[in-house]
């Protein structure tokens, strides 16, 4: 399972590198806004930078919600770099444009999926990355986890190959439970992937260990 790090901010970016398990980057406005990058050249040029720490495909969002609009706006995100994946809502003419860019040789992300019956669309439509929202299901008190499940059998069931990444993943159990089911790919924030570090048995047996060597060496 590749790990993406749902982030716009570039030291968090640059600490998922280096410790070695980072296969890619998730973004969207509300990020960029979050990290106070604003204006349409401001945008491009921190895509640009992202592309240089991290050599996996980066998810770049459209803002155009029409067809030409977002034909034009994602084939302008895919000549910034060769790992940009141009990310698209799951509306009608959103699906309508995953088929263009498919035709063309060019990545997608469907993005904004709450439902199967919308994954099926985004695979027939030629997505390379279908994005259900686990979290935000939750909120709603629908189980996120179990959208995750059937999309990944219906994929199995067709030879789809749409990845699935599972968005809106908040806390390790999301993580680990998206491993269990088959998920190719989970997108999350920084403090996820670094909470699978953490365990008390760990930490008591790893101080054990230097206080005997202490002991060793008096």
């Given amino acids: 399972m590749k790990f993406f790090i749902d982030t716009a901010n570039l030291q968090e970016i640059q600490e998922a590198h280096d410790l070695g398990v980072l296969d890619g980057v998730t973004t969207n406005p509300s ?10 050249d401001n ?25 030409e609009t977002i034909i034009k706006e994602g084939e302008f995100l ?13 509306i009608r ?13 060019i990545k997608t992300n469907c993005t904004l999926v709450f439902s199967a019956g919308q994954a099926i669309l985004a695979a027939k439509a030629g997505a ?3 994005s259900p929202f686990v979290g935000r299901l939750d909120d709603v008190s629908t189980d996120g986890m179990q959208l995750i499940e059937q999309i990944v059998q219906i994929y199995g069931n067709y030879g789809y190959q749409t990845q699935v990444l599972a968005a809106s993943v908040r ?13 190719d790919v989970v997108t999350c924030p920084l403090n996820v992937i670094t909470s699978l570090l953490n365990h008390p048995l ?14 060793g060496n008096k």
Wanted: charged share 25%; hydrophobic share 45%.
């Fill in 31 to 40: 990020l960029m806004a979050k990290e106070g990058i604003f204006g349409h």
């Fill in 171 to 183: 806390h390790v159990m999301h993580l680990v439970q998206c491993a269990e089911i088959g998920a």
């Fill in 93 to 105: 003419d959103g699906v309508k444009a995953i088929r263009y860019f498919s035709e063309k040789g």
């Fill in 43 to 67: 945008v491009m040029a921190h895509y640009k930078k992202i592309c240089e720490i991290v050599d996996g495909d980066i998810s770049a969002e459209v803002i155009a919600t029409d067809y």
């Fill in 128 to 130: 390379t990355y279908v």
């Fill in 202 to 215: 760990t930490d008591i047996g790893l101080a054990k260990f230097l206080s005997d060597h202490a002991k």
């Fill in 78 to 90: 895919a000549e910034l770099h060769p790992n940009i994946v141009v990310k698209v809502p799951m």
